[in-house]
Structures are given as structure tokens and as C-alpha cells.
């Protein structure tokens, strides 16, 4: 529902058509949905916001979420399977990976088999406690395989909201950032959304992306105000985020 009347900015009016390169909708195979009922509810109303591609990003973590081209595969035709053919007529599902940056993710790097987000762009993470202790030369090991480094939610790694130089490290390394639409909000945290709204005001972001898990993430985002100057530039944003991965 678009808010004509109203002064407020709000996130939802910017999401009609929206692609959504991170979430974890395919159900029952990391901390997503756990069941297809949930999956097919997460997907109707994020359809509700706008959202009309999805590219759902299961975790493959070694220690928690041991995801294979298997698992990944059949949650998604699974998923298929179960959803009505109307709503499958109105948007488009194209499953990728979220990769933590782990010793998995290196011997998968090796052997060149990545689920892409699109094209060579590919969706990276690190734990929010320390950073991988090689991560220059994981990026750079990334790159030199024909890859792109999607860096998922750069605000959410509190090692370095003290250390904001080495954001630009990571850009100069050709690493691109993949900001939580949530962050623009206290759902994380105050450090959280101050650290995400410097990284937009520096330009320093490329993408977007809802990284639902479940239904609160949804609730929170229909419920999200903006101010005038953050609002045009998320616009912009989520532009560059449909124009990069549109399959349509």
C-alpha cells in the first residue's frame, strides 16, 4: 500500500518489483524456514512488500549448516512442488548459497563449484565474532578464481565499527557490500543502524537485500520509516540490486 498522504518515507513503498538476493526461505535446511507451510507463508508475504524474485541463500557453514548441491536442490524443488501454480506464475525463485568463509567454502573455491547468486557474483559471510584470520587472500583467492564477493551484511560485523578504515579495505580489494534492509532499522541494535546508515552515506554499499529468516524480519519491514535523504538513496540502491540480478 503506497502512503501518498502521508510525510513519512517508508521502506515498503521502494520494494514493488524488488529482487531479493539474500533470504532463507527453502525450507528445513539452515535457520530459515523450517517446513514448506512456512516457506510458502515467508513467500507470500514478502510477495506482499513488492518482492517478486527471490533468490534464497541457504547457509553452508561446516559446523552447523553442511549444505551440498543435494540439499539445496531438493529443498528447493520441494518447495516447487508445493506452491500454487498462481503464485508461481506472478514471481521467480532462483536458489544461490550464503558461504561462510570456513574451510569448506575453500575447498569448494577450488573445485569452482559455487551456487551464484548471478552470473560470477557470489554471497559471502564471516562469523560476527572474529574475521577469518586469511580473509585478504580468501577475497583475493575469490577473485583470481572468476568469482565476485558479495560481502552479506558488512554492518552486522561489530569487530570493525571501531575500525571503519578497513571498509574501505575491503572495497579497495574488490569486495562489493550487501546491506541488511533491516539495519536501517534497531532490530540489530543502535550500533548496528549507525554503522549502516555511515556505510550509505559513504557510498560504500552496493546491494540489498531482506535476509528474512521468519516472520518478525517481514513485520519489521513493513513497519520501516526512512528519512527523506536515506530513502533516495536505498532507492537508488534497490535499483542497482534489481538491474544486477533480474532474470527477467
Do not use: W
Request: hydrophobic residues 40%; negative net charge.
Amino acid at each position: 500500500m503506497l502512503h501518498f498522504f502521508s510525510k513519512k518515507y517508508f521502506l515498503q513503498d521502494l520494494l514493488e518489483g524488488f529482487v531479493d538476493i539474500h533470504n532463507h526461505i527453502l525450507p528445513g535446511i539452515d535457520d530459515g524456514a523450517k517446513s514448506v507451510e512456512e516457506s510458502i507463508d515467508l513467500i507470500k508475504r514478502l510477495k506482499e512488500l513488492g518482492v517478486r524474485q527471490f533468490i534464497p541463500t541457504p547457509h553452508i557453514m561446516q559446523d552447523f549448516y553442511p549444505n551440498t548441491d543435494e540439499t539445496i536442490g531438493n529443498a528447493y524443488e520441494l518447495l516447487l512442488e508445493s506452491l500454487n501454480t498462481n503464485v508461481l506464475s506472478t514471481i521467480s525463485i532462483n536458489p544461490a548459497a550464503e558461504y561462510m568463509l570456513d574451510t569448506t567454502f575453500e575447498k569448494l573455491l577450488e573445485e569452482g563449484n559455487l551456487f551464484t547468486l548471478k552470473g560470477s557474483y557470489v554471497l559471502i559471510e564471516m562469523s560476527y565474532f572474529q574475521p577469518p584470520i586469511n580473509l585478504e587472500f580468501l577475497i583475493f583467492k575469490i577473485k583470481t578464481k572468476g568469482y565476485l564477493p558479495v560481502l552479506a551484511h558488512p554492518e552486522r560485523y561489530t569487530f570493525y565499527h571501531n575500525n571503519l578504515q578497513y571498509y574501505d579495505k575491503l572495497k579497495q580489494l574488490g569486495c562489493f557490500f550487501q546491506l541488511n534492509l533491516l539495519s536501517l532499522s534497531d532490530y540489530y541494535g543502535t550500533s548496528v543502524e549507525k554503522i549502516a546508515n555511515y556505510l550509505i552515506e559513504r557510498n560504500l554499499i552496493d546491494f540489498v537485500g531482506t535476509d528474512t529468516h521468519h516472520t518478525t524480519h517481514i513485520e519489521t519491514l513493513s513497519n520501516l520509516v526512512l528519512n527523506k535523504k536515506t530513502s533516495k538513496k536505498v532507492a537508488y540502491l534497490i535499483n542497482n540490486t534489481n538491474t544486477t540480478f533480474s532474470v527477467i
